[in-house]
């Protein structure tokens, strides 16, 4: 109670007054509304605002898990749905606050309360609570399968540079409700004004709608884009593959692609220095063709290679059927009669050579055709059969192990190449041809794997963000931001708060 000095009246009657009510200083208040703030978080239910958050936080988890920061499309979409959810936490945190104790306020107020200090105290108040939801949002983004496993850009871990944006846009977003909250006089008004501004952070976020140019100076005035900016700088965008175009190419396999065109337009197409810019058509043209008509065939084949200079041991795998030899020996140059009574062909001298149908069989020749053990063929004596060859390798220039010929070596490259130069195929470069092919057998020609990869290079090359740039300058500059935003907030709802007097009511 304040001190009472007693004195008398003229008329000599004691009378009392009472001194200048003497408040306690800023500081001292900072700390009186502040316990009273913490009081009410148990008393009043705002403790609500934890389980809420973590309930939000398990949904956005659940449904941004598989492809943030792994791919261009995921990161965008989970750092848009991170900064929503920040948004939304610092918002509805101190949207009411003011608003519902505006009379007492302005009671407190008339009575010596110091505006700074009520605003300090919610300050310190509001920022135990966004801490409080950013370290329960990033929990449950580590229980649901998120991985933040990977070396931040201002810190030594993502895990602390995300905590730190993330409490950063929920504190910015908390400062802004907070003035619109001793702007307006009720509650209703204040539920009424926040969807408003929710739509307009998100919708001039500046990362997943389409805005024209003209909207750009609205986009550096909300903290969304700041906030945005800064998880996707954070999580490598820039460096990460883009999948949605694979995608959609992937789903149109079966899309026909037709029409009329012209041999030396795919020749200049396919030529070297579109080669240069296209990994694809590099690809292509490096295609070995020679190990591809390399094949393995059989040793010797089936029509006319009887008497190749295979072994005795050979011949029925080289397809010799026996029927197929009763004519060697018989047509040999300088046979000397080995079976011609078969044939009913009389030489002179046989008789001095005394070959009979008997004596073949000393020779090796049945009467069916040749023997696996020796033939006997093109002059051949029966004492020389089992070193005898039905007609030598070097004879037929074939190598004696059996093997192909070598094709020189050509690519792809060099055949078109010879056909776009070549003078006398310029008719059959200038014709016309008409055909269709699907998408799906054009990916199987340079194969999946090639295609999906070079889709993914190409695409991401083309999706990069120079605002997304994983660099301690970019990440620093959307914090400065959002501090600067959040203090700004706080300042103008002291100066709002400083008229609370002037209200009619």
């Not at 201002?154 to 619109?180: E, G, K, P, Q, Y």
């Not at 999580?235 to 026909?256: H, I, K, Q, V």
């Not at 590099?282 to 390399?294: A, G, P, T, Y």
């Not at 050579?353 to 008997?358: D, H, I, L, R, S």
């Amino acid at each position: 109670m304040p001190d009472q000095k007693k004195t008398r009246s003229v008329s000599g009657k004691p009378r009392e007054f009472r001194r200048k009510t003497r408040y306690s200083g800023r500081g001292k208040q900072v700390w009186i509304y502040l316990g009273k703030f913490l009081r009410m978080l148990i008393y009043q239910n705002d403790w609500k605002v934890f389980p809420i958050s973590a309930l939000i936080a398990g949904l956005l988890a659940y449904v941004i898990r598989t492809d943030f920061m792994r791919t261009m499309e995921g990161t965008l979409k989970g750092a848009f749905a991170i900064t929503c959810v920040a948004l939304w936490n610092g918002c509805f945190n101190s949207i009411q606050v003011i608003c519902r104790e505006r009379d007492i306020v302005k009671r407190e107020h008339r009575a010596g309360m110091h505006i700074t200090s009520y605003v300090i105290a919610h300050m310190i108040y509001e920022g135990l609570l966004c801490l409080g939801q950013t370290a329960l949002t990033l929990y449950v983004f580590n229980a649901v399968g998120i991985d933040f496993g990977s070396k931040g850009i201002m810190t030594r871990s993502l895990w602390l540079d995300l905590a730190i944006t993330i409490f950063l846009i929920t504190f910015a977003a908390d400062m802004l409700a907070l003035l619109i909250s001793s702007i307006v006089r009720t509650t209703t008004s204040a539920m009424t004004v926040m969807p408003f501004v929710l739509i307009f952070q998100l919708v001039f976020s500046g990362g997943i709608f389409s805005l024209p140019a003209w909207t750009r100076p609205l986009t550096n005035i909300t903290l969304s884009n700041p906030g945005l900016t800064c998880i996707c700088a954070q999580s490598n965008y820039n460096s990460l593959p883009m999948a949605s175009a694979w995608n959609a190419l992937r789903g149109m396999r079966d899309t026909e692609i037709g029409g009329t065109f012209r041999l030396e337009d795919v020749l200049k197409y396919a030529d070297e220095e579109n080669a240069q810019n296209s990994e694809l058509i590099r690809e292509l043209r490096d295609v070995d063709l020679s190990k591809i008509l390399q094949g393995d065939r059989v040793d010797m084949e089936t029509a006319g290679t009887e008497a190749a200079g295979v072994e005795a041991s050979g011949v029925e795998a080289a397809g010799v059927e026996t029927a197929g030899t009763e004519a060697v020996g018989v047509e040999a140059a300088g046979n000397e009669a080995a079976g011609n009574e078969a044939a009913g062909i009389e030489t002179a001298g046989t008789e001095a050579v005394g070959v009979e149908a008997a004596g073949n069989e000393a020779a090796g020749i049945e009467a069916a055709g040749v023997e696996a053990s020796g033939v006997a063929a093109a002059g051949v004596d029966a004492g020389n059969a089992p070193e005898g060859r039905i007609k030598s390798a070097e004879e037929e220039n074939l190598p004696q192990d059996g093997t192909n010929h070598e094709i020189p070596q050509i690519t792809v490259g060099q055949v078109l190449d010879a056909l776009a130069q070549d003078p006398t195929l310029e008719e059959l470069r200038s014709r016309e041809f008409t055909g269709s092919v699907t998408i799906g057998e054009i990916i199987d020609v340079f194969g999946e794997k090639e295609v999906k990869k070079s889709v993914a290079e190409r695409s991401s090359q083309a999706g990069k963000n120079g605002e997304y740039e994983s660099t301690r300058e970019n990440v620093l500059g959307c914090w400065m931001t959002l501090i600067f935003y959040a203090l700004m907030y706080a300042v103008l709802a002291i100066v709002s708060l400083e008229f609370v007097d002037k209200d009619k009511r």
